[in-house]
């Protein structure tokens, strides 16, 4: 009898596992308590990520925001690209930008990059 509820008890403490299963689905996230969530990638494949994970230190002190891509994106360049380039005052000039209009900035996230399918999809 004892095995038995031993056994229950075991079965019970499982079934209420803290990962969700179902990809994609966040609807058991609780702000400040849940540890892990699900994160699409650039193709809206979700990865299960742990937010307590310990970020790669080596990583981060590597990267050089001096050398991030600003993409802009104007009406008269809808599809194609044009870089500004950090401290390049001319690429600004030569580029389609203009201070008179509003600017709208997209950060395209953890998973994702210039390419992914959201940067096209929001439109201010």
Do not use: C
């Amino acid at each position: 009898m004892k095995l038995l509820l031993v056994l229950a008890g075991l079965i019970a403490l499982s079934s209420g596992n803290a990962i969700p299963m179902i990809p994609g689905d966040n609807s058991h996230y609780v702000e400040g308590v849940s540890r892990y969530v699900w994160m699409p990638d650039g193709e809206g494949v979700p990865h299960l990520v742990d937010l307590e994970e310990p970020a790669e230190e080596d990583i981060l002190m590597s990267r050089n925001g001096a050398n991030n891509q600003y993409w802009l994106f104007t009406r008269r360049n809808q599809n194609n690209h044009q870089v500004i380039t950090n401290g390049n005052v001319n690429s600004i000039r030569n580029s389609n930008y203009n201070g008179n209009l509003p600017l709208f900035v997209i950060v395209h996230g953890w998973n994702s990059n210039g390419n992914s399918a959201v940067n096209t999809m929001i439109r201010p």
